[in-house]
């Protein structure tokens, strides 16, 4: 795959050196143009295909937000990083609300553009991957009848990934265009499966494939006698989606005992532990906010598997008024904006003081939002949250704030420690690949790995693919073959005695994973 590349700001000499300091070839991006505002940069895309589009933010002529909003209207599939000096709070969050890719600020260092763009363009070639085989297929159309059609599947990974927007006025056409089974009045309930984890050590591919057996188990036990779909979103979740029959959803009694009867058979028969997280009843424009609170939900849940949770439950105990995005929040403290997130807590705690009806459950939830994105935040610094809190003891959990006001200094103080604490360490990621190198001779579980850094395994497995581009799985068999190879090939111990001291009993087994890796048996590699 080659591409091309659109750089967008007003500054001639940033250009240049974005330009000049990328290795683009390494990319494989053939043409790269540059604009330097709004309208040089749309006369671009009308006369070519962009793949990349690396903007400022504060240009004359228009913003780089309002290019955005164009683009992701006129070019979809265009992946947007947005490099810019600009520190206003309300550019970034709606920077993160249009679903750009990435979020730099300036000055940032060639290397470190240079792999955020490499990402970049792995998204884009599974995306074209992905709409390869969709062309390749559309002439079979009895296949495509009987199987869920690509079609519908990508519709419903671009809108839970904002790369289509339904709205209220264009639901109608967009459910005719990709033929639809439902009507913009249809009520979908989705359902989010969490694997959290697999009770036997799996070999190379072995996840992929018991998660595709998951997502079919899910289509004969969830949707017996109900319509609907089962997919994988590009990040990795996999999502039951039911259509509301002549009107009506069948009974929640049903559904969730269809659920604990799904979670039952993958533990038994897959050796999976697994929870689901029901959402509610939503319209198709309403389906993707509903999509996003499950994963919420599943973030915040560190502890319980096997379980069903609904999420009328778990918004009971978030009352209003509404909490902060924490994601936009998140950016700010990480990239130590400590004055402009000072800012946006007076400015909410300013908010919700109005708010006549403000009770216990308020504070509450801010509390433990606001708590669990600093434990998200340290944990994937690879510091410890329980150490900073120990450290400071007015702000551990016994002294929970019993006003606003206490809780407004509170959170004030928080950030102001964590802001000081936040470069000591090296990442989450690197933690986990530090404690894999010390136990390749042992079996070593997803779960084990969650907990050694306090994350959701559900979670752990896809942030991990995301950094480092392979599953978990993968990598500890890819370590542990290196370990192999190295000592089949330097030393005269026997081969049956590396495989036992790496962990493997069976040496067939271990014979057949050393040839997937490397393409060649262990005999073969020492001769």
């Known amino acids: 795959m080659t591409g091309a590349a659109l750089i967008v700001d007003d500054e001639i000499y940033a250009v240049m050196g974005i330009k000049s300091g990328i290795d683009w070839e390494a990319l494989r991006i053939s043409e790269v143009y540059e604009a330097y505002n709004m309208r040089e940069a749309i006369a671009v895309f009308e006369r070519s295909s962009i793949d990349i589009l690396i903007c400022d933010i504060d240009m004359p002529k228009g913003t780089g937000i309002e290019l955005v909003e164009w683009v992701n ?11 810019t000096a600009h520190s206003d709070f309300a550019f970034m969050q709606r920077a993160v609300q249009l679903g750009s890719f990435d979020y730099m600020l300036k000055p940032v260092a060639f290397d470190t553009l240079q792999t955020t763009l490499e990402k970049a363009m792995q998204a884009l070639e599974q995306e074209r991957e992905l709409e390869r085989l969709r062309e390749q297929y559309k002439p079979y159309y009895e296949l495509w009848t009987k199987n869920k059609p690509l079609v519908a599947t990508q519709f419903w990974n671009d809108l839970f990934a904002r790369k289509k927007l339904c ?7 967009l459910i005719a265009d990709h033929e639809l089974p439902i009507t913009p009045q249809t009520r979908i309930l989705p359902i989010v499966i969490s694997v959290e984890s697999w009770l036997q050590e799996l070999g ?3 996840e992929e494939m018991l998660e595709y057996a998951l997502r079919e188990a899910a289509s004969d036990i969830l949707l017996e006698g109900a319509r609907g779909a089962v997919l994988e979103t590009k990040h990795g979740v996999n999502v039951v989606i039911l259509f509301a029959k002549e009107g ?6 049903q559904i969730e005992s269809k659920c604990r009867q799904f979670i039952d058979y993958c533990k038994e028969r897959m050796g999976g532990s697994l929870s689901c997280y029901i959402g509610e009843a939503s319209l198709p424009h309403e389906l993707r906010d509903m999509y996003r609170r499950l994963l919420d939900m599943e973030y915040n849940n560190l502890h319980k598997s096997n379980q069903v949770y609904w999420y009328k439950n778990y918004e009971a105990g978030h009352a209003a008024p509404k909490l902060p995005e924490f994601a936009a929040w998140t950016i700010l403290l990480e990239q130590g904006k400590k004055a402009e997130m000072e800012k946006e807590i007076n400015r909410f705690f300013s908010e919700v003081g109005k708010h006549q009806r403000l009770g216990a459950d308020s504070l509450h939830a801010f509390y433990n939002g606001f708590l669990q994105m600093i434990h998200y935040i340290l944990h994937k610094k690879g510091l410890s949250a329980h150490e900073l809190l120990d450290s400071h003891r007015d702000m551990a959990n016994k002294s929970f704030p019993r006003s606003l006001e206490q809780l407004q200094v509170w959170a004030l103080k928080l950030v102001a420690v964590v802001s000081d604490y936040l470069h000591h360490n090296d990442s989450v990621i690197k933690r986990l690949q530090c404690y894999i190198a010390d136990r390749l001779n042992e079996a070593i579980t997803r779960e084990q790995l ?14 991990f693919k995301k950094e480092v581009g392979e599953s978990i ?4 068999l890819r370590e542990r073959m290196k370990v192999a190879r190295e000592l089949i ?18 040496f067939s087994y271990f014979s057949k994973m050393f040839k997937k890796v490397y393409g060649t048996t262990p005999q073969h590699c020492r001769r």
């Open 73 to 83: 209207t006129q070019s979809p599939a265009t992946e947007t990083i947005f490099l």
């Open 167 to 173: 709205a209220p006025d264009n639901a109608a056409s």
């Open 204 to 206: 190379n591919n072995d």
């Open 248 to 253: 009506e959803l069948e009974a929640e009694r």
């Open 450 to 463: 969650a907990e050694h850094v306090h994350l959701n395994p559900a979670y752990l497995s896809r942030l």
């Open 473 to 476: 799985t993968d990598y500890i």
């Open 489 to 506: 090939q330097n030393s005269t111990i026997p081969i049956s005695d590396i495989a036992r001291s790496l962990g493997f009993s069976n």
